[in-house]
């Protein structure tokens, strides 16, 4: 079955600064990645996905995603944060059964 | 496009109750819904998977007598939690697919936080 780690818990950056948040993943066949986040008490958004293609995806809110197979990575990252960035942010990866993993999540904190 | 509401957003029952959470897709029929449970700063912990008309596939680890999940159309699925303790308090959301091409995408509803007193 796939997996997802997210290595970092915790993450502070202050406005303006530049983000990156990692996320490695462990599956045998092509990835299906997505970058979702949540504040507090609400559900998920999609900020972006992955199916094939540019391994370098655009999404919403000024974010993009790189795909590397070679470290199976799939990182997220944003030029400048904005204070309302500030949320918890989950990498997920599906499988072709519509199976789909999180990782532990990634809460950031921005700093005035 | 693609709107999944959850009802209700919150709700409070007493423990030895049942208590239903109803997940439906607003503008697109879901071939498949799923059922999350999320603890308080934890990551979404897929509970079962249903597809409309059939029983659902639990998780291992989970009670299926005591989640029981009714997927009887393409725009409705239902979590019973059945028989409430305190320890089932949690924030759950469910997800819907729609399939065919969109097979590996997921849309997620608002969650619904469950305490149990």
Redesign the interface.
Known sequence: AQSVTQPDIHITVSEGASLELRCNYSYGATP?LFW?VQSP??????LL?Y?SGDTLVQGIKGFEAEFKRSQSSFNLRKPSVHWSDAAEY?CAV?A?N????????T?LTVKP | GAVVS?HPSRVICKSGTSVKIECRSLDFQAT?M?WYRQFP????M?MA?SNEGSKATYEQGVEKDKFLINHASLTLSTLTVTSAHPEDSS?Y?C?A?QGGQF?????????T?LTVT
Not at chain 1, 41 to 46: E, H, I, K, V, Y
Not at chain 2, 41 to 44: D, E
Not at chain 2, 103 to 111: A, D, L, S, V
């Open positions: 299906y979702y008490g609400q559900g998920l958004q999609l996905k199916f989950f599906g072709f519509n199976d789909m993993r999180f990782g532990a999540g809460r | 959850q498949t799923f700063k934890q990551s979404l897929l998977t924030f959301i997800s697919s097979t590996y995408e997921q849309y997620f509803g608002p969650g936080r």
